[in-house]
């Protein structure tokens, strides 16, 4: 369980150290620049807009597939909007649209593997074929054999990055599934403060798992479980108007 020993208290507050959210502060920031700019939004983009206040579930995917098709953002920031939600196809046909001076600024040295930006990073090592070199540094880093699809499962989980909890739990065996459905519920149990997007990253988790499966973890988690439900925004779908 080496994998295990690495989810400590150190690195979750290294990825939970900026609470903005990665992956909505870059959508967000891409929407500044083009009104900034004065450009005029895309009925894709503009359908998908309100997502922003409220951006759960497939409504952040959609939302970053819609950024994602806008010529008018940079590149560099398409292409880090698809690394985020684990947007293969896009990430493919973006990547060979980046300079290689851009390429080769996501796998700098000076940065630490957990910086907010890991996902670009691991996708990057990923379109080289060297997620090895990646593996080896998360090993001289954290002094552990953590794959790096696992630090991107980390990181996806304590950010409630439901697309990219997704892509990286179908990279998990049944076993390791199973390590990992008890280390999230045991986390999240442990947070003090309660997050809206808790219900629908638990409600994925949930429906990957057979009855037996979803029996131990209510068990041990159920009352947890139903009190984040019971909160917005989903409260009003247990009591009446």
Known sequence: MEWLRCSQKSMAEYFLEDQTLEKWSSIE????????NCLILPNELKIVL??????????????AESAIKDDNLPVTKRYEIACIYCLKEE???????????SKDEYLNPRRPVCALR???MYWT?????????????IREEYNAQLPSYYVGLYSSSVTNNQPALEYFTGKLSVEK????????????RSREEL???????????LSQMNENQRTSIFEEYAYYILKNFLQFPYGGDFFGN
């Open 50 to 63: 309100s997502s922003l206040v409220d951006p759960m579930g497939g409504h952040a995917k959609k939302t």
């Open 118 to 120: 890991y996902l670009a």
């Open 29 to 36: 920031e891409s929407l500044k620049l083009k009104i900034g």
């Open 125 to 137: 090592y990923s379109m080289r074929l060297e997620l090895n070199r990646l593996d080896r540094r």
């Open 195 to 205: 997050n809206i997007y808790f219900c629908d990253t638990s409600y994925f988790l």
């Open 91 to 101: 990430i493919i046909m973006l990547w060979s649209e980046l300079s290689e001076t």
């Open 177 to 188: 599934k199973e390590e990992f459905w008890k280390l999230y519920f045991r986390y999240t």
